[in-house]
Nanobody
Framework: QAQFVESGGGLVQPGGSLRLTCAGSGFPFSDEIMVWVRQAPGKAREWVAT???????FYDDAVKDRFIISRDDAKNTLYLQMNNLKPEDTAVYYCQKAGSTTWGQGTQVTVSS
């Protein structure tokens, strides 16, 4: 069964940066489309970014030009580099492979002065 372990969240001031990490296991990581989603307090989960095995990337307009999704298939690891963070980026961030119904514990990102 696919498993995901997210890390790297924390408290950061507006304009700051964080890099999130997701360790995947239980599936052929390099073959999978991987995504980051987030859930803000009181809101539904929303898609943030997608990275296909061939390298194609897709971003929600709210994070485009600020966030970068990447992967290291040798380490079964997915990353999300978040720059110029805004208070509205505050959420729990999750990674997942496309089509999975399994969720990790997520990692909390709080953007506040």
């Amino acid at each position: 069964q696919a498993q995901f372990v997210e890390s790297g969240g924390g408290l950061v001031q507006p304009g700051g940066s964080l890099r999130l990490t997701c360790a995947g296991s239980g599936f052929p990581f390099s073959d999978e489309i991987m995504v980051w989603v987030r859930q803000a307090p009181g809101k539904a989960r929303e898609w943030v970014a997608t990275l296909a095995p061939g390298g194609a990337t897709f971003y929600d307009d709210a994070v485009k030009d600020r966030f970068i999704i990447s992967r290291d298939d040798a380490k079964n690891t997915l990353y999300l580099q978040m720059n110029n963070l805004k208070p509205e980026d505050t959420a729990v961030y999750y990674c997942q492979k496309a089509g999975s119904t399994t969720w990790g514990q997520g990692t909390q990102v709080t953007v506040s002065s």
